[in-house]
């Protein structure tokens, strides 16, 4: 029994890979500024994955303002809400850093285009929004618990005032 092992295995995400290499995808992303968070949007393509285990990442491409801009994301990673494959793309290549080197009409991936495929893409949008459904309830929880323990200490603090 390795220790490491099952640390990892829990806090593994559950269908958190629904993508493929060459998909074009959505990453919502949580931002948190001071107290506030947000969820930021990144679309792209996925160029590459690596690693294996909790450690797997994945890295995505996209073109901002004429300018090849990469992020790498953890799949297991809290802050990714959900991944959103928007087209799956036709590759035959585990990895795809020759695209950045291509510009304009010839950086584009084929779009596999197959009953096959867009039920796999629609089964990976399913799985991804009961997932983000499920962690969004627990936000809330989390708020409403949060806001009521503070509405407590104002309130016991209000008492010892006067």
Do not use: W
């Amino acid at each position: 029994m390795d220790i490491i092992k099952t640390i990892e295995e829990r806090q593994k995400k559950p269908d958190a890979e629904n993508f493929r290499v060459g998909d074009t995808v959505k990453v919502h992303f949580e931002i948190v500024e001071g107290k506030t968070k947000r969820i930021q949007i990144f679309e792209g393509l996925v160029i590459c994955i690596k690693n294996s285990g909790i450690r797997k990442t994945f890295t995505v491409r996209k073109e901002s303002y004429g300018v090849g801009v990469e992020r790498v994301f953890p799949v297991n990673s809290p802050r990714v809400v959900r991944v959103e494959v928007v087209r799956a793309g036709k590759v035959r290549r585990a990895k795809l850093y020759y695209i950045r080197d291509k510009v304009g009409k010839a950086a584009k991936i084929k779009e596999l285009i197959t009953p096959k495929a867009k039920a796999r893409v629609a089964a990976a949008n399913a799985a991804a929004k009961a997932a983000a459904a499920k962690a969004e309830e627990a936000l809330k929880a989390e708020i409403k618990a949060e806001t009521a323990a503070e509405a407590a200490a104002n309130k016991a603090s209000k008492g010892k005032k006067k």
